[in-house]
């Protein structure tokens, strides 16, 4: 099967992740927060591309009963319940409820993808968990790194290239430059990845904002075996999560 | 001063490159293909869209005054008089003519770069020249990746890499993660600039049309001393080059 990566968010279309298994990647913060989110017991989080549809679709789903959440600039957009940190997702928030979730990288690229024949969401977090099930589909794979504003992100890459590592088979190969390129990038910084998240440009803004805790939580490897999976619109967590 | 890298050509806008001095690159092979026409006494090359685009510049110029070069998918366009490979611009082709250019990747990214306050452009070949020279501005800069089809590709970005480790001074800093990530890559794979060229995704294309000298020949670093240099939509050397 081929290994794609996508380096930046408006190098891909539809067409090219058409009929493959997407692993969409937002390491700062999105994918580690929907992640956080659905191990804390959310029944699903619907990413939608701008705050105003997220009001829309909440008042459709009546206020009270959904949770928004995500950010613009970082920072918890106005009327919303929560930001985009992954310590605000608790279960006390988030059990048994349903998130309406807007944040600047990640919801746009999950709202894309969904031409791919499947749509997980993959982070340090749950590395083993989500390159594992890729491996295992036996499709074509799209790694998408959702990037800043549109602009390359290195933790984004380098987690993309430890999951091109993690589906290296027989079976498996590079099929473009970002593949080859984040796969190597990972390997000069193996044994650093915390430091990447941390001094990369968005790990040093949200430093100044006053997230150095998520900057070390979203930089864990493994500390998730589920598998965030988008359908018809909703990232859920699979039946067979959890027991893998 | 400032050190950007846009790994891909729709991460930056005009705005992100205003006011700074522009190095655009791309390998394989508009860059290497400008800078070969230049030092084999071409007066000027102008960089344009689209074949359409040269045609109607050529009919204006006089067509038979004009030298048309370029390609579309690596290959001589039809009705035009050169393609892409360094070796077609040789001194009995070029000296002293206009050649009006029109590359799938490269071309596009010098008509956009215009915004910026000196546009150069960058390539192995050339790697000291248009490194010192940037350097000398005291401007920010910015180095643009031309890519394949609007995708990140290795070569590009290899060089961008190359090309901030010899813009690093106590003046200069790092300022995205493009930047960042390119000038880690680039110290991965520091020895094997010429496998990079040949392996990476465009290289092993250009090589299945038979175009392996022009793989060996734009991973030469430092065979020309000069600075092609983008003025009025035009791009020369300016008096200064083949001095330094």
Redesign the interface.
Known sequence: MNIR????P???TEDDVRGSVAIVIDVLRASSTITQALVNGAREVVPVSTPAEAGELAVKAGRADVVLGGERDGKLIEGFDLGNSPFEYSSERVNGRTVIFASTNGSPSLVRAKSAELVTIGCFNNYSAVTNSARETGLDISIICS??N??????D?VCAGKIVEGLMTPHNSIA???A??SF??F???RSQISEVVK????GKYLSSLGFDADLEHCAKVDIHQVVPTLIEGKIRLPKANGSS
Chains 1, 2 share one sequence.
């Open positions: 990566v996508f380096a930046t408006r190098e891909w990037g800043r549109g602009k390359y992100s290195l933790e890459f473009n430059d970002g080859q390129g190597d990038l390997r000069y910084y001094h990369c440009y968005h």
